[in-house]
């Protein structure tokens, strides 16, 4: 039997737009292993209870149930030794490491705040108060002022994108001539972005969206056949 | 004939703080090769005008000449392939490379904020003209201005620190278990700092200070044996 990883999903069910699903997606891309997501909403608490906690990405795979995209991207490599390495080498898990830290305390903050009141609108009807309720408490405001200042924040975002800038300068990926890994950690936050909302991120020109436009077109433009805005 | 190198000094010949050089003096103890550095003050442009451009480090090795920080990284990776290697891996190279421009875009302009009225102060009596005209020019303002709220640029830098913070709570480099160019280049942002001025830069317990101590105790305990404050 196929693998099988419990994915957010919107409104509508080919609607996927979780940072964190979609480094599982591209990881399970990357290793060219058969898989099929399960849509999943925040209030299905209920559906995901085998796996001992309440978030997606849950993998499943056989017999094993792994949980949280960091473990499951360490299962694929222990799992699949023969498909390509997520990692390429030790260094390349510690780059890997840092760019999901870089990417959650840089970027995702900046992007929660330009995308807060877009993503309450494309979630299933069902969902909607899980998530005002439980972000307007950790935001302590409604989630419209919280958004209320974008293009601040957007400002902010492409300010924290500098040395990845930088570096898209100077070769196609953060994983060098390959996307690896690093690559699909940071490309999670941008189709977040990309699922959830039509507010432009980046400006014309700008190195990054050239690799954006890149990670859209891998496997087929995998990423990219699924909603946007 | 050992190696040399070019290495600014402040108004004492062993007092040495240029994030760049820096990476080169660990570069070159990570390599185990024997060196020498040749004090240097900004305004000694005709000292390395050989080099054909005016910054340190410049390296001489035998008949070969390299300048800047990362071509000399590269320069010994290829000319001393037995000796342990800067990057580890292709993927480490790309992690150093990451580094370099995370360490240069969100680091360095919140440190020279903090550093600026203090760097004056250290420099040789005959460089410090020249360093506070660019530097005022640059800046748009006066150095002691542009230090005035040396408080918050350092909230700044603490705030940037934050990725860097999370993977020193899981292992004692950023390159692994043992450190390499990344740590490098990033711990020459805190030499920098070390040997310019006794401003606390770190929150006490924090996992980053944790990792400095260990950067400070490699080789001997090298770079601890420069001048600080």
């Known amino acids: 039997m196929a693998i099988r990883f419990y994915d957010l999903a919107g409104a509508e069910e080919a609607r996927r737009f979780s940072p964190y699903c979609w480094r599982t997606h591209l990881s399970l891309k990357h290793k060219g292993l058969d ?29 094993r149930t792994v949980h949280d995209s960091w473990s499951i991207a360490e299962y694929l490599e222990e799992r699949y030794p023969q498909a390509p390495s997520l990692f390429g080498s030790p260094q390349g898990r510690h780059f890997a490491r840092f760019a999901k830290h870089w990417t959650e305390t840089a970027l995702l903050a900046p992007l929660m705040r330009i995308l807060a009141k877009d993503i309450v609108e494309r979630l299933h009807p069902k969902d909607r ?101």
Do not use: C, N
């Open 129 to 229: 108060e899980y998530f005002r309720t439980s972000r307007e408490k950790r935001f302590g405001t409604t989630l419209e002022a919280f958004s209320s200042e974008r293009d601040q924040a957007r400002e902010q975002f492409r300010q924290a994108l500098l040395p990845m800038r930088r570096l898209m300068g100077e070769q196609p990926f953060l994983s060098g001539s390959a996307p690896a890994l690093a690559d699909y950690i940071v490309f999670g936050a941008f189709q977040w972005a990309r699922g959830t909302s039509s507010y432009p991120l980046l400006a014309e020109g700008d190195p990054v969206a050239a690799w954006r436009e890149r990670m859209l077109d891998l496997y087929g433009g995998y990423a990219r056949a699924f909603p946007a805005g």
């Open 35 to 63: 898989f099929a997501t399960i849509p999943w909403r925040f209030t299905d608490k209920d559906a995901i209870a085998f796996s001992g906690q309440g978030l997606v990405p849950v993998l499943v795979d056989g017999d």
